[in-house]
C-alpha cells in the first residue's frame, strides 16, 4: 500500500486530533491482563486478534464460545478509507475515462485535460500518514488565514486505506474479521458514512468488477457454510430496507426485498420486514442487485448516483435440522451493513426542492448518529454524566440503539474525498468522528442463542413514528456546522447544545433566552415542553418568584378595591334612598308653595279691597259725615267679614272685634239717643223763642258761625242735622261744647271703626308677611315690596305709589301712609327738607312757637331719603312736633299688646304715653318676638321700630295728621 505524507512545511502548524495515549495502569490484575489486549485492538488488524483460537461450542461447533467468563472490552474500530482523486469509467468503447467526480461546477476541459488531472492529484488535501492509522489533512490556502492553521492530524484510526486501497483490501482488513466473528455467532454491524460521493456505497456494494463488501461477505459466508457442513446446518436470512424521507417531512421505512407497504418499528423492532432465506452468495447478491434498484438514488452535483436513503442490510444467521430452524431466533446471529447516506453541503450540492428537503433529512440522520456516539463516548469518559438517548430522534439511530449504547460491537468506515475542494466536508467528518475511536464495548461477546433478530416482525407503534421536520433552515444551520439543532431533541439534547453553544455553563443556568437561540423547527408549544421539562434556571425561579410575589400584591389589592367599592355601593343606595324621599319633600313643598300663592294672591286681592273700604272710610270721616244706621250696618257686615277672614288671630280679632262691635253699638245708641233728646230739645226750645222774641238774633248768629267754624274745621256735618237743620237758625241753638262732644264722639266711632280695620289690616298683612317671609327663602317669589308695589297699583295713583313706597315698610306701613298722605294732602302744610333730608311740613301760616309742627323723620336716612322701598323692620319712624321739652315726661300710660300669628306671639307692641308739660308725646315700640332671647336680639340689634307722636296739651288732635291708632290712645289718655 502506498502512502504518501504530505510535504515538509516548515511554516505550518500541525495539530494533533486524537493522540495516542497510555493506557492507564489498574490495581486490578485481572485487569491488568485485559488492558494491554484492549489497547492493542485498534492497533493491531481485527481479524488477528479475531483470529485467536477459541473452544467451541461442544453443542453447536459453528458457534464460538469465549471460554473466559472474563469479556474484554474493545474500543471501537474505525476506517478511513480515501476515494481516488479521479475515478477511471469505462465509456462505450471500453477505455477507461478517467472522471474527477464531486467537481462544481463541472467543466467539461477539466475531465480531457491531463494536465488539469496532474495538478488536481497534487491539490489533495488528505494524506495517510506512515503509521496507517492517522491522516493528515492540508488546509487549503484560501482557509489558512481564517482556520490560522495550516494542516490538522487525525490518528487513533483502526486502519487508513488510502485511495490506491482496493475493495479486497479493505474486505481483508475490515469485513472478514467481521463475517468471521458472525460465523462464529457473534453479531456486529458496519457502517460506512461519510460526505456524498467519497465511496460509501461504492464500497458497501462496489460494483461487478470491484465488489464491495457485502458481496464479499456474503460470498465468504456461503463458502465457509458449504465448507462446514454438519448435521446442524446453517441457515441464512437476508433482508434489505431502507429509511428515507417522505416529501422530507418524516421518515420511512420500506422493505427492499418485496413491494409491500411501509414498514414501522416498534421498540427498536421492524415490524413485518421480511426475510429472504438465501441459499448461496448468487442468490444473495441478485436479491441485493434487486433491492438496490429499489434504492432511492439521484443525481446530485455530487454524485451522479447519489444515493438518497439510509440502507440497512441484515444477514441472519440460524442453526437448523433436517426439520427447520432450531430453536428459531435463538440461535441466529446478526450481521449488520449500513451505507448511510452521504452528508451534504448545500452550497455545493445546490440542492433545490426534493434534492434539498433529502439533503436536510441526510445530514440530520448523519448528526443524529454523531451525537449518539459522542453521547456514548462522554458517558464512559464520565460516568457521572447520563447517556443521552438521541437514538430516538432517528428511526436509523432507533435503529441501532444497542450499537449505539455500546451493547454490540460495531465498526465503522468513514470515506472521504482527498481533493482540495472537498476539504471542509473531509475535516468536518474527521474532526467529528475521529474521538469516537475511545469508545469502547465492554459487552461484545453476545450470548450466541441470542434474539438477534428479535428486532424484526414486530409493529411499529405510530407513537414511534416520531416525524423529522427538515427545512432550509435546518439544513443552512447544518451547513455551518449546528449539529443538533433541528432536530426533534429532548430538552436534555438541547439544553447540552445550549450549554455547549451558548454562554450557559450549567443546565441550570439555562433561561427562557436561551432556549429562544434554538428556535429552530420548535415553535412555542415546543419551546415550552422543553421549558418545562429542563430544571428551573436561577433566574426563572427568581422571576417565577417575583411574578408570584406580585400576584399576591395585585390579588390583595384587588380586594382591597373590592370592598371599597362595595362600601361606596351601599352608600350610593343610601343616598339614592335620600334624594328619593327629598324629591317627594320636595314635591309636597312646591304643592304646599302653589297653595300658598294661591292664597297670597288671594290674600292681596282682598287687601286690596280692604283698603279701598278704609280709603271710604277715612273719606267718610274726613267728609264729617255721621254714620247711619246703613253704613253702620255694612261696617259691621265688613268686619264680621274681616273677623271671618281674619282666620289668623281668631282669637285676638274676635274679641277686639266683639268688643268694638259693642262699644260702637252703645256709643251708637248713646249718641243717637243724645242727639234725639237734645234736638228735640233744641226743637222745643227755638220753637219758644221763636214764639217769644226775635231780638236775640245776634247770639244765633255768632253761634252760626261757630257752627260754620266747627264744620269747617272737622268737616263733619251730620246729615241728620244738617237734613234736620235746613234753616241755619235751626242749629244755633246746638252748643258747641255738644257739638264737639257729639262730633268727638262721631269721631271716635269713626276712628274705633277705622282703628279697627287699621289693626285688621294690620293683622292680614302681618300674616300675610309672616307667611312670605317664612315662604321666601323657598319661593324667592313675593316680598314686602311686590307687596306693597301691588297695594300702591290698585290705589292708582303714582305720586302716591312714590310716597307709600318711601314711607311703607312694614305692616304698620298702612298707618304711616295715612298720616303721610293726609299731610301731603292738606293744603295747610307746606313741604320742607333739612339739612338731613328729613322731610318736614309745616302749616302754612302759622308761626313756630303758635303752630304745631309735625315733622316726618326716620332714624334711618334709607328709608325717606330713597325712592326705593324701605326694608322690613327697618324704618324708625317718628311723628314729632317741634316743641321744647323742658320739662320731664310723666309716663301716664304703658299699654303692651301682643300680635299673634298661628297662636304663637310674634310681634310685641308696647305703647307708652307720656305727659310733660304741655306735651304729651306716645310712643309705640314694636319688637319681634320669638322667645325671650329674640326679644333681648331685637332690642339688641335695633331690630325694632318706634313711634312717637308729641302732641300739645292744649291742642286739639287732628285726624289729618296723626293717625287714628294714636287717637284712639289719646282717647284712651282723655
Ligand atoms: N475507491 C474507489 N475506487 C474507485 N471508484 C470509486 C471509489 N470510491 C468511489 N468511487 C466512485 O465514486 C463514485 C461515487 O461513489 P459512491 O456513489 O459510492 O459515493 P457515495 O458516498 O455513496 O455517495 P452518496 O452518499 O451520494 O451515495 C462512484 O461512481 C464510485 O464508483
Redesign the pocket.
Known sequence: MECKSPPPCPSTVTIRRNPHRRARPTPSSVIAIREPISAQISSFPIHDILAVELPQNPKHPNIVTDPSPIIPSENLKIFL?I??PT??KNNANGKNIAEA?NVWPKNSKTKSDSRSKVKRTSEICVRVNEDLHSVTVSTPQSLQETKRIKSEVYEGFSRVFS?EASQSDVYEELVKPLVDDFLKGKCGMLAAM??????????VFG?AR?PGMVPLALSRIFSENESSKTHLSRVYYLSMLEISSEKGKAEKMKDLLHDGGDLYMQQSVVKSLQEVVVCDSQQAESLVARGMLKRATAT?N??????RSQCIINIRSAFKNGDGEVDGNATSTMLTIV?L??AEREKKTGNQGARLLESNFINNTSMVFSLCLRSLLEHQKNRNKPLQKHYKNSLLTKYMQDYLEGKKRMMLIL?VKPGIEDYLDTSFLLRQAAPFTKIKFKSLEEPVNSNGNKRFNQPLPRAEQKRMKISHSEASMIDEGNIGKGLQLTAQEVAEIVVEKGPCKNIEDIGDENLTEIPVLYDSSTLLEIRKKLPPSKDHAKHKADKNRQYQIMQGLSKALWTVLKQYKEKLEGLKTENLHLRNSLTNEKSRNLDLETELSSEKMRLSDLEKELEELKAQCASGKSLTDVEEQEMRTQCTCIEDSTDVFPVASHDVSSNISQYEKSELEEVNSEVSSYYLKELEQTENEENNDLQVRDGSASFGSSSDGLKEHYHLEPEGLSESNGDDQDVKGLKDTDKEDMNSRSEDLSVSTDDYQHFSCLEDLSRVDSQISSQSTSTGLYTSHNCEQDAAKNVGDEKKLESESETVSDRSSLLISLECESVNDSPDYEDLIDVNGNLTQIKKGATDEEDKVVSVSAHSPNSLQSSKSPQKDDTCFHVEEEQPNNEEDKTILSLCLPLCSWGIVSRIFFCSISQGKGVTVVTIYSFHFMNTLSLLLNIFMNDSFERTARVKNDDTLDNSSLSPFILLLYSQLE
Open positions: 478509507r476515494r481516488p475515478i477511471q467526480k485511495s461519510g460526505p456524498s460521493g467519497s465511496g460509501k456505497t461504492h464500497t460494483n470491484q446530485t455530487s454524485n451522479n448516483q447519489s444515493s451505507d447516506a452521504g470515506t
